[in-house]
């Protein structure tokens, strides 16, 4: 099957640093990834939606500045948290659409990001 | 997501069926998905149906849809102890999914 991946796995940061996230679909070119993101024991959250050469279309209430994505190719997606809180602390999931013929989504295996 | 909901946790007997249930609101939805998420991992894809069907087995899954009541279960036959983990169903209205809670299933010997 499709495989994406996420790096890093895990990433602990300084207040007020950024912090970038990359997403990679590795053996199939996906023209749409997504970015949610998933607290202790609840459900995933879709941040935006990100389409490769495209700007970015961000869920209600998700800090478009805050949460930098970029798009640059059909196999890379990046999100970058600016200027990291403590309550920006979460686990962090992208996936990527094929074109297959019901448009599944693949997903990575996330980033735990802790912010001190 | 407000619009799927789940049980939030489903304890059973290995070797037991376990039976998962999921309602939502988007009529429009074309497919359906269960989802399954071990500690610290993210999402993988367990089986879907589409919206015209009634049911779909597929080895130890058996997923049932009632369009009518926009219910859907997931049954996992012959439950073992790598069963043990978040269960999440998705619907894809417009353009993206939208998840459930997500249900904990624990398998115990």
């Known amino acids: 099957g499709a495989v994406v991946s996420q790096h890093p796995s895990r990433v602990i940061c300084k207040s007020g640093t950024s912090v970038k996230i990359e997403c990679r679909s590795l053996d199939f070119q996906a023209t749409t990834m997504f970015w949610y993101r998933q607290f202790p024991k609840q459900s995933l959250m879709l941040m935006a939606t990100s389409n490769e050469g495209s700007k970015a279309t961000y869920e209600q209430g998700v800090e478009k500045d805050k949460f930098l994505i970029n798009h640059a190719s059909l196999t890379l997606s990046t999100l970058t948290v600016t200027s990291a809180h403590p309550e920006d602390s979460s686990f962090y999931i992208c996936?990527?659409?094929?074109?297959?013929?019901?448009?599944?989504?693949?997903f990575g295996p996330g980033t735990r990001l802790t912010v001190l | 997501g407000e619009d799927v909901e789940q049980s939030l946790f489903l304890s059973v007997r290995e070797g037991d069926s376990s039976v998962i249930n999921c309602t939502y609101t988007d009529s429009s939805s074309t497919y359906l998905y269960w989802y399954k998420q071990e500690p610290g991992a993210g999402l993988q894809l367990l089986t879907y149906?589409?919206?015209?069907?009634d049911m779909k087995q597929d080895q130890r899954l058996t997923v049932l849809l009632n369009k009518k009541d926009k219910h859907l279960s997931l049954r996992i036959a012959d439950t073992q102890t790598g069963d043990s983990a978040i269960y999440f169903c998705?619907?894809?209205?417009?353009?993206?999914?939208?998840f459930g809670a997500g249900t904990t299933v624990t398998v115990r010997a």
């Open positions: 149906i589409f919206s015209n069907m």
């Open positions: 996936s990527a659409r094929s074109t297959g013929s019901y448009n599944e989504q693949f």
């Open positions: 998705a619907e894809n209205g417009d353009y993206k999914l939208s």
